[in-house]
Protein backbone atom coordinates (compact mmCIF):
# COMPACT_ATOMS: atom_id res chain seq x y z
CA UNK A 1 0.00 0.00 0.00
CA UNK A 2 1.36 3.63 -0.85
CA UNK A 3 0.84 6.57 0.62
CA UNK A 4 1.99 10.22 -0.10
CA UNK A 5 5.61 10.95 0.36
CA UNK A 6 6.24 12.90 3.48
CA UNK A 7 9.38 14.72 1.74
CA UNK A 8 7.29 16.15 -1.36
CA UNK A 9 6.87 19.74 0.27
CA UNK A 10 5.66 23.09 -0.95
CA UNK A 11 9.15 23.82 -2.26
CA UNK A 12 9.14 21.09 -4.37
CA UNK A 13 5.68 21.38 -5.47
CA UNK A 14 6.69 24.84 -6.61
CA UNK A 15 9.94 23.24 -8.39
CA UNK A 16 8.02 21.11 -10.24
CA UNK A 17 5.21 24.10 -11.01
CA UNK A 18 8.07 26.21 -12.76
CA UNK A 19 8.99 22.77 -14.59
CA UNK A 20 5.80 22.39 -16.12
CA UNK A 21 4.67 25.75 -16.66
CA UNK A 22 8.46 25.80 -19.18
CA UNK A 23 7.25 21.93 -20.57
CA UNK A 24 3.56 23.18 -21.02
CA UNK A 25 5.19 25.94 -23.28
CA UNK A 26 4.54 29.41 -20.65
CA UNK A 27 7.08 31.91 -22.07
CA UNK A 28 6.99 33.83 -19.09
CA UNK A 29 6.05 32.34 -15.59
CA UNK A 30 5.92 34.72 -12.31
CA UNK A 31 5.08 34.25 -8.75
CA UNK A 32 2.66 36.94 -6.71
CA UNK A 33 -0.39 38.81 -6.80
CA UNK A 34 -1.68 39.82 -10.07
CA UNK A 35 -2.37 43.09 -9.36
CA UNK A 36 1.37 43.56 -8.90
CA UNK A 37 2.03 42.68 -12.21
CA UNK A 38 2.57 45.10 -14.95
CA UNK A 39 0.93 43.25 -18.19
CA UNK A 40 1.74 45.68 -20.72
CA UNK A 41 5.88 46.16 -20.47
CA UNK A 42 8.84 43.43 -20.01
CA UNK A 43 6.05 40.39 -19.83
CA UNK A 44 6.70 37.33 -22.58
CA UNK A 45 3.43 36.03 -23.50
CA UNK A 46 1.88 33.42 -23.21
CA UNK A 47 2.22 34.53 -19.32
CA UNK A 48 1.43 32.09 -16.26
CA UNK A 49 0.88 34.10 -13.10
CA UNK A 50 0.55 31.59 -10.40
CA UNK A 51 -0.72 33.64 -6.93
CA UNK A 52 0.66 32.85 -3.63
CA UNK A 53 -0.96 29.47 -2.47
CA UNK A 54 -3.60 28.95 0.56
CA UNK A 55 -3.76 25.52 2.39
CA UNK A 56 -5.63 23.58 4.54
CA UNK A 57 -5.32 20.27 6.80
CA UNK A 58 -7.95 17.37 4.99
CA UNK A 59 -8.50 14.17 6.98
CA UNK A 60 -5.72 15.11 9.47
CA UNK A 61 -2.88 13.41 6.99
CA UNK A 62 -3.35 15.30 3.94
CA UNK A 63 -2.30 18.93 3.25
CA UNK A 64 -4.38 21.00 0.25
CA UNK A 65 -3.16 23.68 -1.60
CA UNK A 66 -5.30 25.98 -3.36
CA UNK A 67 -3.63 27.73 -6.03
CA UNK A 68 -5.13 30.79 -7.82
CA UNK A 69 -3.81 31.29 -11.86
CA UNK A 70 -3.35 33.76 -14.17
CA UNK A 71 -3.18 32.68 -18.13
CA UNK A 72 -2.91 35.49 -20.66
CA UNK A 73 -1.97 36.17 -24.25
CA UNK A 74 -2.69 39.69 -25.89
CA UNK A 75 -5.23 40.44 -28.55
CA UNK A 76 -4.07 40.69 -31.69
CA UNK A 77 -3.48 44.16 -31.97
CA UNK A 78 -3.08 44.15 -35.84
CA UNK A 79 -6.64 42.41 -35.79
CA UNK A 80 -8.74 43.85 -38.23
CA UNK A 81 -11.92 42.54 -37.84
CA UNK A 82 -13.30 45.13 -35.05
CA UNK A 83 -15.72 44.27 -32.77
CA UNK A 84 -17.56 40.97 -33.59
CA UNK A 85 -20.76 39.85 -33.02
CA UNK A 86 -19.07 36.55 -32.07
CA UNK A 87 -15.66 36.86 -30.57
CA UNK A 88 -13.93 34.02 -33.08
CA UNK A 89 -10.20 34.71 -32.54
CA UNK A 90 -10.54 35.14 -28.64
CA UNK A 91 -12.23 31.77 -28.40
CA UNK A 92 -9.71 30.15 -29.97
CA UNK A 93 -6.83 32.34 -27.54
CA UNK A 94 -8.94 30.78 -24.77
CA UNK A 95 -9.09 27.14 -26.65
CA UNK A 96 -5.09 27.29 -27.11
CA UNK A 97 -4.50 28.36 -23.24
CA UNK A 98 -6.72 25.79 -21.77
CA UNK A 99 -4.92 23.22 -23.57
CA UNK A 100 -1.66 24.18 -22.29
CA UNK A 101 -3.51 24.28 -18.63
CA UNK A 102 -4.34 20.75 -19.09
CA UNK A 103 -1.07 20.20 -20.13
CA UNK A 104 0.38 21.57 -17.16
CA UNK A 105 -1.91 20.04 -14.58
CA UNK A 106 -1.01 16.43 -16.19
CA UNK A 107 2.44 17.41 -16.07
CA UNK A 108 2.28 18.77 -11.79
CA UNK A 109 0.01 15.64 -11.18
CA UNK A 110 3.29 13.42 -12.51
CA UNK A 111 5.60 15.29 -10.46
CA UNK A 112 3.39 14.92 -7.25
CA UNK A 113 3.00 10.90 -7.48
CA UNK A 114 6.34 10.77 -8.56
CA UNK A 115 5.83 9.42 -11.95
CA UNK A 116 2.63 7.06 -10.89
CA UNK A 117 -0.72 7.40 -12.52
CA UNK A 118 -2.75 6.36 -10.01
CA UNK A 119 -3.34 9.46 -7.42
CA UNK A 120 -6.06 11.74 -6.99
CA UNK A 121 -3.03 14.54 -6.54
CA UNK A 122 -5.05 17.38 -8.79
CA UNK A 123 -8.57 16.53 -8.22
CA UNK A 124 -10.22 17.37 -11.79
CA UNK A 125 -13.31 18.16 -10.34
CA UNK A 126 -12.47 20.80 -8.14
CA UNK A 127 -10.53 23.04 -10.93
CA UNK A 128 -12.12 25.60 -12.12
CA UNK A 129 -11.50 28.31 -15.50
CA UNK A 130 -13.10 31.60 -16.04
CA UNK A 131 -12.58 33.00 -19.29
CA UNK A 132 -12.15 37.22 -19.47
CA UNK A 133 -11.03 39.59 -22.12
CA UNK A 134 -9.84 42.96 -20.74
CA UNK A 135 -9.11 42.05 -17.21
CA UNK A 136 -5.81 43.69 -16.69
CA UNK A 137 -5.59 45.84 -19.72
CA UNK A 138 -8.64 45.95 -22.84
CA UNK A 139 -6.00 43.66 -24.75
CA UNK A 140 -5.40 40.68 -22.25
CA UNK A 141 -7.30 37.52 -22.77
CA UNK A 142 -6.76 35.52 -19.66
CA UNK A 143 -7.89 32.25 -17.95
CA UNK A 144 -7.94 32.75 -14.19
CA UNK A 145 -7.79 29.27 -12.83
CA UNK A 146 -8.37 27.95 -9.43
CA UNK A 147 -7.20 23.99 -8.64
CA UNK A 148 -6.54 22.08 -5.59
CA UNK A 149 -3.22 20.14 -5.14
CA UNK A 150 -2.55 17.68 -2.62
CA UNK A 151 0.75 17.40 -2.23
CA UNK A 152 2.04 15.85 1.18
CA UNK A 153 1.71 14.87 4.81
CA UNK A 154 0.74 17.36 6.91
CA UNK A 155 1.92 15.38 10.17
CA UNK A 156 5.01 13.24 10.69
CA UNK A 157 3.50 11.23 13.23
CA UNK A 158 0.83 9.04 12.76
CA UNK A 159 -2.10 10.11 14.95
CA UNK A 160 -2.82 6.56 15.30
CA UNK A 161 0.54 4.96 15.53
CA UNK A 162 1.14 4.64 11.99
CA UNK A 163 4.71 5.65 10.40
CA UNK A 164 7.10 5.00 7.63
CA UNK A 165 6.08 1.44 6.19
CA UNK A 166 2.54 1.38 7.89
CA UNK A 167 -0.91 2.07 6.66
CA UNK A 168 -2.42 5.56 6.58
CA UNK A 169 -4.44 6.73 9.89
CA UNK A 170 -8.05 5.72 9.10
CA UNK A 171 -6.93 2.21 7.70
CA UNK A 172 -6.96 0.28 11.04
CA UNK A 173 -8.68 -0.06 13.94
CA UNK A 174 -9.74 2.19 16.28
CA UNK A 175 -8.41 4.84 14.30
CA UNK A 176 -11.55 3.78 11.36
CA UNK A 177 -14.55 5.02 13.60
CA UNK A 178 -12.94 8.54 13.69
CA UNK A 179 -11.54 9.03 9.90
CA UNK A 180 -13.43 6.42 8.06
CA UNK A 181 -11.93 3.35 5.75
CA UNK A 182 -9.32 3.84 3.48
CA UNK A 183 -9.65 3.07 0.17
CA UNK A 184 -10.67 6.02 -2.95
CA UNK A 185 -12.24 9.19 -1.90
CA UNK A 186 -12.30 11.25 -5.39
CA UNK A 187 -15.37 11.12 -7.16
CA UNK A 188 -13.99 11.40 -10.72
CA UNK A 189 -12.10 8.12 -10.25
CA UNK A 190 -13.60 4.52 -11.40
CA UNK A 191 -13.00 3.01 -8.33
CA UNK A 192 -14.03 5.73 -6.17
CA UNK A 193 -15.67 4.15 -2.64
CA UNK A 194 -18.04 6.88 -1.04
CA UNK A 195 -17.21 4.98 2.12
CA UNK A 196 -13.85 5.47 2.39
CA UNK A 197 -12.91 8.47 4.16
CA UNK A 198 -9.30 8.39 4.10
CA UNK A 199 -7.33 7.73 0.15
CA UNK A 200 -5.18 5.43 0.01
CA UNK A 201 -3.26 6.38 -2.67
CA UNK A 202 -5.43 3.03 -5.22
CA UNK A 203 -7.61 5.77 -7.39
CA UNK A 204 -7.58 4.59 -11.15
CA UNK A 205 -8.71 6.87 -13.81
CA UNK A 206 -8.93 4.56 -16.80
CA UNK A 207 -10.73 1.78 -17.43
CA UNK A 208 -11.70 -0.60 -14.51
CA UNK A 209 -10.50 -3.55 -15.49
CA UNK A 210 -7.19 -1.83 -16.57
CA UNK A 211 -4.25 -2.11 -13.79
CA UNK A 212 -3.00 1.27 -12.45
CA UNK A 213 0.56 2.66 -14.00
CA UNK A 214 3.12 2.11 -11.11
CA UNK A 215 5.90 2.55 -13.52
CA UNK A 216 7.56 5.68 -13.08
CA UNK A 217 6.95 8.15 -16.44
CA UNK A 218 9.41 10.16 -17.94
CA UNK A 219 9.21 14.08 -16.22
CA UNK A 220 8.55 16.30 -17.89
CA UNK A 221 6.71 14.78 -20.09
CA UNK A 222 7.43 16.50 -23.70
CA UNK A 223 4.24 18.00 -25.28
CA UNK A 224 3.47 18.40 -28.92
CA UNK A 225 5.21 21.56 -30.14
CA UNK A 226 2.14 22.73 -31.86
CA UNK A 227 0.24 23.08 -28.35
CA UNK A 228 3.75 24.84 -26.31
CA UNK A 229 3.93 27.83 -29.12
CA UNK A 230 3.88 31.43 -27.86
CA UNK A 231 2.41 34.24 -29.97
CA UNK A 232 4.84 36.07 -32.04
Known amino acids: ?45 DLLNIDYPSSHIAEGIDEVYTFKLILARPHQLSSTQGVQLFDDDVVQIFADLEIKLWNMLSCLALGISGGGGCKKHIPKHKVQIIRDKGTFNDNL ?13 AVTLD ?40 DDG ?31
Open 1 to 45: MSTYDPEYDLTQLMADFKTCATAAGFCTVKLGKPTTINFDHNICY
Open 141 to 153: VTLQVQFDAIANI
Open 159 to 198: PCGGGPGNPPSGCEEPCQDFFGACGCTDPAAVNFDPAAGV
Open 202 to 232: TCCYGEIDDPCVDDPLPFPPAFPPGQTNNPV
